[in-house]
C-alpha cells in the first residue's frame, strides 16, 4: 500500500468513526444465507419477470485468453439462460496501457455480445484504473470516481465507491447517501475487501474502519468486492454478506488462505463471474466459471429492522 494511501484512509478512519459516534442504535438484523450443498445441488435462478437481473465482474482487463473465455460464458449465459441487464464492475477494469486501442482489445471486443445486446456495465476503480475512466462512456460513471445507481427494477440501490482514494469527502457523501436512501436493499461495490482470506492481499483493514461502521448503522446486506484474484463468499460479518469476485481475468491459483476462518466457499482454480437475481427480500447468486459450471450458489435475505 502507498504511504499517501496509508495517509488519505488515515485521515479518513478518524473521520468516519467520530461520524458515527453517538448515532442511532443499530436496528437492522442480520442478513440471512442459505448456500446449496452438493446434495442439494445449485440453486437456479428464478428468472422471474420484473425481477433485477445483473452479473458482477472484477480484475478483468488484461486482454488474456483467461479473461475472453470467462467473457464468452457471461455471453452465453445471458443468450440462452438469463437475461441480466447490467453488470456491476468492482474494479481493475484495464490492466496496463488505456489507449483507446486498448479499450478495444480489453473491453469492447470481449464482451461485444453483450454491449449490442444493450447489457450496461457500471464501473467502480481498482488500483490499477486510471481516474480518467470515469469520463469513458461504457463505463457509466458520469465522470464521477463514487455514485449510487438505482435499479431499474425493484427497491435496490448500489453504492459505487473508490476504494483506492477513500477521501474524506467521499465518507461524507457515502454516508448522506445511505442515510437518505430508501431502498430496501442497499448493496456495496468497491475494489479492495473489507474481508478476504487472499495470501497476496487480504483484508483491508483500514478501509474496514472506514466503511464498515456505515454499513453497519446504515443497513447495508451486501458488498461485492475485487482485488484478489479469485473468488470468495466470506461468512456473514456484522450481519453483513461479503463477496470477493476478482477473477475476471487474472486468476491467483491457489491463493486462498484456509485457515482465516471466513471463507463460507472459495474458489482459486478458475476464473469466475457471478450472476445474481433480486425479487422482494430475496437475492439468489450463482457464481459461474468460464466452464459454465456454477461453483457456489444459494440465496440471501437481506437486513431488516
Known amino acids: 500500500m502507498s504511504v499517501r494511501r496509508i495517509l488519505r484512509i488515515g485521515i479518513v478512519v478518524a473521520l468516519a468513526i467520530s461520524g458515527c459516534r453517538g448515532g442511532s442504535p443499530v436496528t437492522a438484523g442480520p442478513a440471512e444465507v442459505h448456500a446449496q450443498s452438493p446434495a442439494e445441488g445449485p440453486a437456479k435462478l428464478p428468472n422471474e419477470k420484473g425481477s433485477l437481473k445483473f452479473a458482477v465482474l472484477g480484475d478483468f482487463g488484461?486482454?488474456?485468453?483467461?479473461?475472453?473465455?470467462?467473457?464468452?460464458?457471461?455471453?452465453?449465459?445471458?443468450?440462452?439462460?438469463?437475461?441480466?441487464?447490467?453488470?456491476?464492475?468492482?474494479?481493475?477494469?484495464?490492466?496496463g496501457a488505456e489507449r483507446p486501442q486498448d479499450f478495444k482489445i480489453k473491453f469492447e471486443t470481449p464482451y461485444k455480445p453483450l454491449l449490442d445486446a444493450d447489457v450496461?456495465?457500471?464501473?467502480?476503480?481498482?488500483?490499477?484504473?486510471?481516474?480518467?475512466?470515469?469520463?469513458?462512456?461504457?463505463?457509466?460513471m458520469d465522470g464521477k470516481l463514487y455514485y449510487s445507481l438505482k435499479a431499474p427494477q425493484e427497491s435496490v440501490r448500489f453504492f459505487m465507491l473508490d476504494s483506492t482514494y477513500p477521501v474524506?469527502?467521499?465518507?461524507?457523501?457515502?454516508?448522506?447517501?445511505?442515510?437518505d436512501a430508501k431502498e430496501d436493499w442497499k448493496i456495496a461495490v468497491f475494489h479492495h475487501p473489507l474481508y478476504s482470506s487472499g495470501g497476496r492481499?487480504?483484508?483491508?483493514?483500514?478501509?474496514?474502519?472506514?466503511y464498515e461502521p456505515l454499513f453497519v448503522k446504515y443497513n447495508v446486506s451486501v458488498?461485492?468486492?475485487?482485488?484478489?484474484?479469485?473468488?470468495?463468499?466470506?461468512?456473514?460479518?456484522?450481519?453483513?454478506?461479503?463477496?470477493?469476485?476478482?477473477?475476471g481475468g487474472k486468476l491467483a491459483v491457489g491463493d486462498?488462505?484456509?485457515?482465516?476462518?471466513?471463507?463460507?466457499?472459495?474458489?482459486?482454480?478458475?476464473?469466475v463471474f457471478m450472476?445474481?437475481?433480486?425479487?422482494?427480500?430475496?437475492?439468489?447468486?450463482?457464481?459461474?466459471?468460464s466452464e459454465?459450471?456454477?461453483?457456489?450458489?444459494?440465496?440471501?435475505?437481506?437486513?431488516?429492522?
Open 62 to 95: 488484461d486482454a488474456s485468453r483467461l479473461e475472453y473465455s470467462l467473457a464468452d460464458a457471461m455471453a452465453r449465459f445471458h443468450k440462452n439462460l438469463f437475461k441480466f441487464e447490467l453488470v456491476v464492475l468492482v474494479g481493475d477494469n484495464l490492466y
Open 120 to 140: 450496461k456495465f457500471y464501473g467502480a476503480l481498482g488500483n490499477h484504473d486510471s481516474r480518467e475512466q470515469r469520463y469513458y462512456k461504457l463505463f457509466n
Open 168 to 179: 474524506p469527502e467521499q465518507i461524507e457523501w457515502l454516508e448522506k447517501e445511505l442515510k
Open 201 to 210: 492481499h487480504g483484508s483491508d483493514l483500514k478501509l474496514r474502519e472506514v
Open 223 to 247: 458488498a461485492f468486492t475485487g482485488h484478489d484474484h479469485f473468488y470468495e463468499r466470506i461468512k456473514p460479518q456484522k450481519g453483513i454478506v461479503y463477496f470477493v469476485a476478482g477473477s
Open 256 to 271: 486462498i488462505k484456509k485457515n482465516t476462518g471466513i471463507t463460507a466457499k472459495g474458489v482459486d482454480t478458475v476464473n
Open 275 to 289: 450472476a445474481v437475481e433480486i425479487k422482494g427480500d430475496t437475492m439468489y447468486f450463482n457464481a459461474i466459471s
Open 292 to 305: 459454465g459450471e456454477i461453483v457456489d450458489s444459494g440465496t440471501i435475505e437481506r437486513r431488516k429492522p
